[in-house]
């Protein structure tokens, strides 16, 4: 029975992508706008952590504008949604034209002492078509991501995300995995920016708030001494995209025989997370403000941040 309803989930998502592809990007983006919109006013959670987020994150700003950015965000959305329908349709050209790279040349020699790079990201914009134009200017990288349940859904899905060089390593057991791929001179990319059980935080400044963020990815800077990106992708109107992205130098760090590596691992964490959310700030109607970003506190810490 199980096998049965995975393969009709798999049918149903395979014929929706279908039939969403046959509609223009502009038609895409309005449709999975106004449902994202729908939802954000009639799911009594979902508003509720969007204005609390927003309500943190920005506390100079009144109830008029988080309203407004509110909207904008469920827009951005669906921008997300629809970019993932169009992937299997984007070529090297398409990234030529509508996907400005600033930072492309230094990325590039950045690879040039061998190892692969560390590039911190998250779910700020459209995130998928991040790694698809990584992938399609020649510079393919692996992504640490979740598995769907469906192996029919998870296979397809995967298909299309590695279709243009990159490659997907399972969240699941992911660590080893990335520091060998590093070391092998591949570069690796990791969401980091949502929130994660008390085990697996270390406590940092998110809009200046601690929140529990993964130490896995500072853990692997220490374990490797990679080069470090930070990076995430903004729309900038007319089916155009810019790359955000800067490089870190932790040697400094890394090379401070008085830090244990537990504090390396805090420093790197915060720095991390202080250029993300910059980024975060200069495009903010694009970040997942319906993610319980601070619902994991530190021990002792009464306060619950959400209803």
């Known amino acids: ?16 992508f279908g039939l969403l592809g046959l509609l223009s ?12 919109r729908l939802i954000f006013l009639v799911v009594p959670r979902v508003h509720s952590t969007i204005l609390t987020n927003l309500a943190i994150a920005f506390p100079d700003k009144d109830e008029k504008w988080r309203r407004s950015l509110m909207r904008r965000n469920a827009t951005e959305m669906g921008r997300l949604l629809a970019d993932m329908i169009r992937l299997p349709s984007l070529d090297a050209q398409w990234v030529g034209r509508h996907v400005e790279i600033p930072i492309l040349r230094r990325y590039i020699a950045a690879h040039e002492g061998g190892k692969g790079i560390l590039v911190a990201t998250g779910h700020l914009g459209s995130f998928e078509l991040l790694g698809h134009a990584i992938g399609l200017v020649g510079h393919p ?17 995967t298909g299309l995300r590695e279709a243009r060089g990159n490659r997907i390593i399972d969240r699941t057991g992911a660590f080893k995995e990335m520091v ?13 920016d949502q929130n994660v059980k008390i085990n697996h935080a270390v406590f940092v400044d998110w809009f200046g708030k601690p929140a529990a963020t993964t130490r896995a990815f500072a853990l692997a800077v220490v374990k490797t001494r990679a080069p470090v990106f930070v990076a995430s992708i903004r729309y900038v109107g007319d089916d155009r995209y810019v790359v955000d992205a800067n490089e870190c130098d932790f040697a400094p760090v890394l090379d401070n025989a008085t830090l244990s590596d537990e504090e390396r691992i805090r420093i790197i964490t ?4 202080r250029r993300y959310c910059d980024m975060i ?22 306060e619950k941040v959400y209803r």
């Open 1 to 16: 029975m199980k096998t049965c309803l995975n393969y009709i989930a798999y049918l149903a998502v395979r014929g929706l």
């Open 25 to 36: 990007q502009k038609a895409r983006v309005l449709l999975f706008g106004g449902v994202f």
């Open 141 to 157: 990288l692996a992504a640490i991501a979740r598995k769907f349940k469906s192996p029919r859904l998870d296979k397809w899905w």
């Open 180 to 192: 060998r791929t590093i070391e092998s001179g591949t570069s690796v990319a990791m969401l980091f």
């Open 270 to 273: 915060d720095e991390v997370s």
């Open 281 to 302: 700030r200069a495009f903010p109607e694009g970040w997942f403000w319906l993610h319980r970003r601070w619902k994991t506190r530190p021990e002792g810490e009464a």
